[in-house]
């Protein structure tokens, strides 16, 4: 039997419980400790293990990938010199996903607690939250944006990669919320952070803190949504400004948006938001999956379906294996969440590509999803890219050799690779299983209050087990559970609901829907507490009141003093006896009330139980009903608590039908275009004699959506067109306003579609055996051209955002032909330039490679001076930390060696503001070389000179900014 299952499952800062300078001395030190270590490892960890490739996930296997995850530590400031990059495909964003799937095969809470913790890492890095120096940084948008910087001086640069930091958070969040029996829970890790001490409260931390990074960032700065929220950068954007997204940056995005979407389900606690994530992600999956334009569909050599797509959705072809592996592995996910109608018949395509296309023999990987190789990330690879392994679910033809050629010893220290190797182990036993669980039965709903309907029903049984029920409303599914009860909440009062419910099992299998339940939400007076008059034992501070439990607004709370644990109450004077018969009650952020009661009072001083309304825990939302009471006071007395209550929300309602007025009209609508395909609104709020709940906004005689508050977006518009809106204010009994002024606009003209003009005179000149120098004639365009495209033999290798362009990496003495198109802001693309060839010079190779060298000094034993020669660009010599000037690095070729052309790569960090090159006979006196030296170096630099006939060549950094680093430093005799 397998331990497994596979379900699928406006911000006001986050306010801890600690000090704001207790927070930051918290982060200092956690970031300095956890920093001591360099890389990620913090102890040596015996390898993952894989017992066998076939049947369920064995216990070993389990413990192999615990005991290893407690070895491997988030990567902190100043450990990495991105910390965007980190966590979006480096190691650190990589595991967390690792483990967040291994948690969701094995439902083992050691996982999920590690995952934890390294969210709690991630989000501490946070620019707007970490300390100074490496936080409270400046971002291109002029604000200390809430973001991942992606460099660590100077202005923070911030792109998409923020979407995986995003998805981390969301992801875990979920998880948390899909095992509602540990959400009361003390995380056993500890709260070092201040984010909450229960899996619950750190889960809202979590996804509230993801919200805001989407709110504050991605939606105003970098997101352009207004082509029907297909994702476009905004013009602002340093990165490709106004362009569209590549595909796996479209992955970063669409995973944070999935997540919270998913998160925001589960709670039930914002279904307009949860809307706006869907639609933004259903728009950018259908733009891949539903439109041929976007990529290619054919048939492959094996006679199979199979899918071609280029870098972003205007490139049809010849992505390079690094990006289209990242591509997979984010469609794989949207797949696997089950939101968004991807079936596995369009999944299979990428697997037929991977299978008949890519893998092309033993240790022989294409560079690019069409077969062909090509230079850096195109290159052929002798080994699969791990985001390609979960694909072998899909063609178990080629399980074995992914498995094996994953796991050659059965070991692994990666753990993407080991996880997604397990999700496939997993599927292919688990697979086997076609029977699906009995109905549920005897599904009976009953209505808890106004906007909230309990349900309940007789477990259904499985050949192997019931991991799950899912849960509907009418035809729509609006949640899970593992046990057989569920909670159906935000409902609107008096109104008729119906619900099903299906079981699940592990391997997907589900059952027939069980019988149709109904129940009508009760009628609801208003929040008779909302407007009034409050008070409380004892408050933490000034920032949580009394009347923070009071004010419609769960996101603030209540708090009694440091210390005040017990014989803790808040109360509220409705300033004139008032019936009630309703109480709800909610202790969101922190659920610590231990036992409680209800007391009514007419003078404020002498307070009466009210008869059925003590209890001991209340938890995120609790409805307390009873027996009609008129009193003028009301008050909840907390008997005990577990630490300092704190109450988010507390209302009162009275008997139905009592409010009859409405609202008053809605005043000084005004509406503004803010693209070619939206219009925002805004207005003076109305007024009530309860309490006005929300706002109708209707396009000319049309309802086209609803608000809380005194705004409304209007998007999907048409170009260059006039629309007319009004709005009408509601209450809880849903009485209605009459309507506001009108207010009119205009959207935008549509956007740029006219391409730039076709570059001209073209050349290409050999400048060494591996590269050849391009330049052309600008081209023109009505708005501005942003960059230009280069095509090698009809692939696209590269761009520049001037005419000229360096294509390095080449083949000696070998025959090339390239194009360039030039393209603008909005992805316009021109014609093909005319064709320039060239032919690269004859040369020996490259002279350093396999010999002997040497560094001034080194950062670590991870930044040796071989890095800087071992012919690979993703590896770097570093000198060491405080190391910026007269630093120097230095080859023996063994033998006096004749020598004229120097290429050096200073890609990851350019630093050096001047160097110059030296060759000695004897390694200890060096001389100048003449016309070798220089200013700045940059990501590829050829310095040709006079031949030199030497055994020792150094390249000599006199000065520079930072820390010097290179990639790579290459010697040839042309």
Request: hydrophobic share 35%.
């Amino acid at each position: 039997m397998p331990l497994l299952t596979s379900s699928h499952l406006k911000r006001k800062h986050r306010v801890f419980t600690f000090s704001k300078k207790q927070l930051i001395l918290f982060g200092v030190i956690i970031a300095f400790v956890i920093g001591l270590f360099q890389g990620n490892q913090a102890l040596a960890a015996g390898p993952m293990v894989v017992d066998s490739f076939d049947g369920p996930i064995t216990e070993n296997e389990i413990n192999s990938f615990k005991s290893y995850i407690q070895t491997v530590e988030p990567v902190v400031w100043p450990n990495t010199g991105s910390m965007q990059s980190e966590y979006a495909q480096g190691k650190s964003g990589e595991n967390i996903k690792a483990m967040g799937l291994m948690y969701e095969l094995t439902n083992d809470t050691e996982i999920l607690d590690r995952m934890i913790y390294f969210c709690d890492v991630l989000l501490s890095q946070r620019n707007d939250i970490l300390p100074a120096p490496y936080g409270q940084r400046t971002v291109w948008t002029n604000t200390i944006a809430p973001v991942w910087p992606g460099n660590n001086t100077g202005t923070a640069s911030a792109d998409s990669a923020n979407g995986d930091s995003i998805g981390h958070l969301a992801y875990c969040g979920r998880l948390i919320l899909q095992t509602p029996v540990i959400s009361n829970t003390t995380v056993p890790i500890g709260d070092a952070y201040g984010h909450g001490a229960t899996y619950l409260q750190r889960a809202n931390t979590f996804i509230t803190e993801a919200d805001y990074v989407v709110s504050q960032f991605l939606f105003p700065k970098l997101l352009d949504l207004s082509r029907g929220n297909k994702l476009y950068f905004q013009t602002q954007s340093p990165y490709m400004p106004g362009g569209v997204f590549p595909w796996n940056q479209q992955m970063m995005i669409t995973y944070g948006l999935q997540n919270l979407a998913a998160a925001h389900a589960i709670k039930g606690d914002n279904p307009s938001l949860v809307s706006q994530y869907d639609g933004i992600v259903q728009t950018n999956l259908n733009w891949f999956f539903s439109d041929n334009s976007a990529k290619q569909t054919y048939t492959d050599s094996k006679g199979n379906t199979a899918y071609n797509w280029g870098y972003n959705p205007t490139l049809l072809g010849g992505e390079d294996s690094n990006h289209g592996a990242l591509d997979v592995s984010g469609f794989y996910r949207a797949f696997l969440i089950g939101r968004y109608g991807i079936t596995a018949s369009m999944m299979t395509p990428f697997a037929n590509m991977y299978a008949d296309v890519m893998m092309r023999g033993p240790g022989d990987y294409a560079g690019r999803v069409d077969g062909t190789d090509g230079t850096g990330h195109g290159a052929p690879t002798t080994y699969p890219r791990s985001g390609n392994i979960q694909l072998a679910a899909l063609r178990p033809d080629v399980y074995y050799t992914l498995a094996n050629a994953t796991m050659p010893n059965m070991t692994s220290t990666t753990m993407a690779s080991f996880a997604r190797l397990m999700y496939v182990k997993n599927q292919r036993y688990t697979g086997s299983d076609t029977q699906a669980p009995t109905t549920p039965t005897n599904l009976t709903a009953t209505a808890a209050s106004s906007s909230q309907v309990n349900l309940s029903w007789t477990a259904s049984t499985d050949n192997v087990a019931v991991t799950g029920y899912n849960v509907y409303r009418g035809a729509t599914l609006v949640g899970t559970s593992s046990t057989t009860s569920y909670s159906d909440t935000g409902l609107s009062a008096s109104t008729a609901y119906s619900y099903t419910v299906k079981a699940k099992d592990a391997a997907a299998n589900v059952s027939a829907a069980s019988n149709t339940a109904s129940a009508t939400t009760l009628v609801s007076s208003g929040n008779l507490a909302l407007g009034k008059t409050y008070s409380a034992s004892t408050t933490w501070s000034t920032t949580y009141l009394g009347d923070k439990a009071f004010d419609g607004d769960a996101a603030t709370r209540w708090s009694a003093s440091s210390g005040s644990f017990n014989n803790q109450w808040i109360s509220v004077d409705f300033g004139s006896p008032a019936t009630y018969n309703q109480v709800v009650i909610k202790e969101i952020s922190f659920p610590r009330v231990t036992a409680y009661k209800l007391q009514s009072s007419t003078d404020g001083t002498t307070y009466t139980d009210i008869a059925g309304t003590t209890g001991t825990t209340i938890g995120a939302n609790k409805t307390i009903s009873f027996s009609s009471v008129s009193s003028r006071y009301l008050r909840l007395y907390i008997t005990t608590a577990s630490n300092i209550p704190n109450i988010d929300e507390m209302e009162v309602y009275g008997p139905s039908g009592s409010d009859t007025t409405a609202p008053t009209a809605p005043t000084n609508v005004t509406a503004t275009a803010a693209s070619s395909s939206q219009i925002n609104l805004s207005w003076t709020a109305s007024t009530d004699n309860v309490g006005v709940t929300g706002y109708n906004v209707y396009r000319g005689a049309t309802l086209v959506g609803s608000a809380t508050t005194t705004s409304y977006n209007d998007t999907g518009l048409t170009a260059s067109t006039a629309y007319s809106y009004t709005v009408k204010a509601k209450d809880a009994a849903t009485n209605i306003s009459a309507a506001s002024n009108t207010a009119s606009a205009t959207t935008h003209a549509p956007p740029d579609a006219q391409a730039p003009t076709t570059p001209t005179s073209l050349t290409a000149t050999a400048a060494s055996n591996s590269q050849i120098n391009l330049s052309w004639t600008a081209s023109t365009d009505n708005v501005g051209v942003t960059e230009y495209n280069v095509y090698r033999d009809g692939a696209l290798v590269g761009s520049s955002t001037s005419p000229s362009y360096s294509d390095t990496g080449l083949s000696a003495s070998t025959s090339y032909s390239y194009t360039v198109r030039a393209e603008d802001a909005a992805a316009n693309l021109s014609t093909a330039s005319n064709t320039a060839n060239a032919t690269t010079l004859s040369g020996g190779g490259n002279l350093a490679l396999g010999k002997t060298y040497n560094a001034s000094t080194t950062w670590s034993a991870t930044y040796p001076a071989a890095n800087a020669f071992d012919g690979s660009s993703a590896t770097r010599w570093s000198a060491s930390s405080g190391s910026l000037n007269n630093q120097w690095l230095s080859v023996d070729l063994g033998a006096a060696t004749s020598f004229n052309q120097v290429v050096i790569k200073e890609i990851t960090y350019q630093r050096v503001t001047s160097f110059k090159l030296q060759s000695s006979s004897d390694g200890t006196t060096y001389t100048d070389i003449a016309g070798a030296s220089g200013t700045t170096i940059g990501a590829n630099k050829t310095i040709t000179f006079t031949s030199v006939n030497a055994r020792y060549l150094r390249l000599y950094v006199t000065t520079a900014s930072a820390v010097p680093t290179i990639n790579e430093m290459e010697v040839y005799n042309q």
